[in-house]
């Protein structure tokens, strides 16, 4: 089964600062596509940014981008001009192609945003 | 209100009793996907239903788990005789087959507790 991984349990950044949440993930597909969510507190899991893993261009979305390193199988979400609206759990999540449908998250990282 | 929705909330109940949560994914979309989340942790797949064909289950949905999709609309997922461990938020998702694999569209989860 797919694993992703995300070392870090707990970020903080200063407000309008820039901070990096990591994912890498185990995989032997060559095609998939890889997505971070956030989840704010008490609130519904949305969606943040999705890249897909035939796309060698990092996804850009506003403040949120990647760095997706394909070779490393690392999925960096960098948040520019930190927000305290940014304050939430983020989940990296995984989906393949040829391995059945599911999606698989890590564990989150719960980032503080510091005013 | 489009979004996906969950019934209900909250749910308080004793060990040994059987539980029933209902979803309402977005109406276009013809994935329907259940997860369970325990504190710390990210989404554990548990269940989809293409439709209202139930195509893939978890290791981790027991016997004593079942869920249906009974017109390829809104789901439900029974707990029966439930224990300590099933405490846990549950959550649904939708998403739209349309495309490729879209972003997942998640619900506010119903929280569950077993006394």
Same mark, same amino acid.
Request: hydrophobic share 30%.
């Given at each position: ?115 | ?56 289950? !978890? ?13 390829? !609309?809104? !789901? ?17 998702? !939708? ?21």
């Amino acid at each position: 089964a797919q694993t992703v991984t995300q070392s870090q349990p707990e970020m903080s950044v200063q407000e309008a600062e820039t901070v990096t949440l990591s994912c890498t993930y185990d995989t032997s597909e060559s095609d998939y596509y890889l997505f971070w969510y956030k989840q704010p507190p008490s609130r519904q899991m949305i969606l943040v940014i999705r890249q897909e893993a035939y796309k060698q261009q990092n996804a850009t979305e506003n403040r949120f981008s990647v760095n997706f390193q394909k070779a490393a199988k690392s999925f960096s979400l960098k948040i520019s001009d930190s927000q305290l609206g940014d304050a939430a759990m983020y989940f990296c999540a995984y989906k393949g192609t040829n391995t059945g449908n599911q999606f698989y998250f890590g564990t989150g990282t719960s980032l503080t945003v510091i005013p | 209100d489009t979004g996906v929705s969950q019934d209900p909330r909250h749910k308080i109940t004793k060990r040994g009793q059987n539980v029933t949560f209902r979803c309402d994914p977005i109406s276009e979309h013809n994935r329907l996907y259940w997860y369970r989340q325990t504190l710390g942790q990210g989404p554990e797949f548990l269940t989809y239903f293409q439709n209202e064909a139930q195509l893939e289950k !978890s290791r981790l949905l027991s016997d004593r788990f079942s869920a249906e999709r009974p017109k390829g !609309s809104f !789901s439900t997922l029974e707990i029966q005789r439930t224990e300590q461990g099933d405490s846990a938020m549950y959550l649904c998702a !939708s998403t739209n087959l349309a495309g490729g694999p879209r972003e997942q569209f998640f619900g506010p989860g119903t929280r569950l507790t077993v006394l």
